[in-house]
């Protein structure tokens, strides 16, 4: 009785710890939220200027998630370097709200490079890593990028598709949050599900 009695405990114990691993599992799962990742089909191009922004709405959920990686395509037509910084807003009723949740600048940049011997790439991958700055957020948020510097007379194209929530943009510092409905550029981060209290 007592030998079926330890059994039973350890089987148990046993069932236990494999339940409280798959929940620590389940904790940390990640998916990604945006658009889907596309290159080559650049629709859509913005003048490079300080303080102008272009950006998307996600879902990023009803239950706070973390966000790891932002990534997008663009088609760098020129050979400056086009340092930026990421944002994130929460989203109004339609358009994104003014206040910044991210409080530390999260800067990246677009540089033309050329591979040895081969022509300049012009289409790039771009990804920032986020991990290191714990930005918990929910619901729906805009992810953008805002350029830090004016190069005059170029402009920037991200990879896009259609009918896929539109992309949103301002000109300037001081310019007002607009549309550009239908293309939406396909910016996508990766996040990470937080645990709850």
């Known amino acids: ?24 599992n389940a904790q940390d799962k990640t998916k990604t939220i945006g658009n889907k990742s596309r290159s080559g089909t650049t629709n859509n191009s913005f003048n490079i200027v300080q303080g102008g922004q272009v950006g998307i709405k996600m879902n990023a959920g009803r239950k706070p998630v973390e966000l790891l990686k932002l990534t997008f395509h663009v088609d760098n037509l020129g050979k400056d370097t086009i340092p930026f910084k990421v944002n994130v807003y929460t989203m109004g009723d339609k358009l994104p709200e003014d206040d910044n949740l991210i409080k530390e600048e999260i800067k990246g940049s677009i540089v033309r490079e050329n591979g040895p011997n081969t022509p300049l790439i012009s289409n790039q991958l771009i990804s920032v890593d986020l991990s290191t700055y714990k930005i918990g957020v929910k619901g729906e948020i805009v992810v953008s990028v805002e350029f830090l ?16 929530g539109g992309t949103y943009y301002k000109k300037g510092p001081d310019a007002e949050w607009k549309k550009m409905p239908i293309i939406g550029a396909d910016f996508n981060v990766l996040v990470k599900k937080l645990k709850q209290d």
């Open 149 to 164: 510097r004016t190069i005059l007379g170029k402009n920037l194209g991200f990879s896009c598709g259609l009918l896929n």
């Open 1 to 24: 009785m007592k030998i079926r009695n330890l059994v039973s405990f350890k089987t148990l114990l046993a069932c236990s710890l494999s339940f409280i691993a798959l929940l620590g």
